[in-house]
């Protein structure tokens, strides 16, 4: 089965950019799609289709994917950002839907 | 806006079959152009994708937990429910439905039920 792998933890400074991975094989073939997850909360779509942002959600979120790598960077991190992030793909062989493992920004 | 929202027993007997129903509003759930699914995250945990379906009955199940599920629709009440059964404490998560365009994203999320499966 397809495997997403996320780091389980990025530290950042206010006002700094930060950015979170999500590795898997060929991933960049793949649409990719990040939720933000607050505590007690349903995950929210904050990128999806890679590099697209729904409406509401502030450009300093932005995505990228290529190669074996896909990427969320946070430019300008505000206190508010401090949360998990998940990655997600649809992985066409096995007809699963996949979620890395989740990574929790830290806001220093 | 869409909104959906998840229904159902907060606490199951290990063995049961656990029932949930997601009920959809301000939006189509016979539109053609989404799958309706459920996802899990246990306590602490990563999330977990359990399977999803169309509004023709069609079902697509993670194959990890595909013989213990059963998804249905029902259109007239703008429904889609979620039946796993022989649960185990493993199963103790907290359950979401959620709206999917088609192996897409999840752009659509209810606010989450947890169940917690009891000896």
């Known amino acids: 089965s397809y495997v997403l792998t996320q780091p389980p933890s990025v530290s950042v400074a206010p006002g700094q950019t930060a950015r979170i991975t999500c590795g898997g094989n060929?991933?960049?073939?793949?649409?990719v799609h990040w939720y933000q997850q607050k505590p007690g909360q349903a995950p929210v779509l904050v990128v999806y289709?890679?590099?697209d942002r729904p409406s509401g959600i502030p450009e300093r979120f932005s995505g990228s994917n290529s190669g074996n790598t896909a990427t969320l960077t946070f430019s300008r991190v505000e206190a508010g950002d401090e949360a998990d992030y998940y990655c997600q793909v649809w992985d066409t062989s096995s007809e699963h839907e996949v979620f890395g493992g989740g990574t929790k920004l830290t806001v220093l | 806006q869409v909104q959906l929202q998840e229904s159902g027993p907060g606490l199951v007997k290990s063995s049961q079959t656990l029932s949930l129903t997601c009920t959809v509003s301000g939006g189509s759930i016979s539109s053609s152009n989404y799958y309706w699914t459920w996802i899990r995250q246990s306590p602490g945990k990563g999330l977990e994708w359990i399977g999803y379906?169309?509004?023709?009955?069609?079902?697509y199940y993670n194959s990890s937990l595909k013989s213990r599920i059963t998804m249905s629709v029902d259109t007239s009440k703008s429904q889609f429910s979620l039946n796993l059964k022989s649960v185990t404490a493993a199963d103790t998560a907290v359950y979401y439905c959620?709206?999917?365009?088609?192996?897409?994203?999840?752009?659509?999320w209810g606010q989450g039920t947890l169940v917690s499966v009891s000896s």
């Open positions: 379906i169309y509004y023709s009955g069609t079902t």
């Open positions: 060929n991933i960049g073939s793949k649409s």
């Open positions: 289709d890679d590099d």
């Open positions: 959620a709206r999917n365009p088609q192996q897409g994203s999840f752009d659509y």
